[in-house]
């Protein structure tokens, strides 16, 4: 059982990155996804997830109208799409799936049974 994020890299503020989260060794037909972002010496925060039928989606105030979570059934990925990308928005991201039936919230966390390592994104010029 294996998340597989990717898609990071440096990009200069304004431009856009797609982060993808690959499982393996399970469906995610019947999880939520998550991402979440780490910046050095700050708490890991949540960024967007989606529920797992699709249907919902949630994101932080902070990337709001910028970033589009989204996911693909057939090949079992997540995505992140992420515009307008802003020298604060530089961090390791995280993708992370949660059982869909958890009535837990999408922002917390330990709500999440799989984690992926992260990708690193870095916004600068």
């Known amino acids: 059982v294996q998340l597989q994020a990717s898609g990071g890299g440096l990009v200069q503020p304004g431009e856009s990155l797609r982060l993808s989260c690959v499982a393996s060794?399970?469906?995610?037909?019947?999880?939520?996804i998550g991402w979440f972002r780490q910046a050095p010496g700050k708490e890991r925060e949540f960024v967007s997830a989606i529920a797992w039928y699709g249907g919902s989606t949630y994101y932080s105030d902070s990337v709001k109208g910028r970033f589009t979570i989204s996911r693909d059934r057939a090949s079992n990925t997540g995505y992140l799409q992420m515009n307008s990308l802003k020298p604060e928005d530089t961090a390791a991201y995280y993708c992370?799936?949660?059982?869909?039936?958890?009535?837990?919230?999408?922002?917390?966390?330990?709500?999440?049974?799989?984690w992926g390592q992260g990708t690193q994104v870095t916004v600068s010029s």
């Open positions: 992370a799936a949660r059982t869909g039936t958890s009535r837990r919230s999408f922002y917390d966390l330990s709500a999440y049974d799989y």
């Open positions: 060794g399970f469906s995610l037909d019947y999880y939520a």
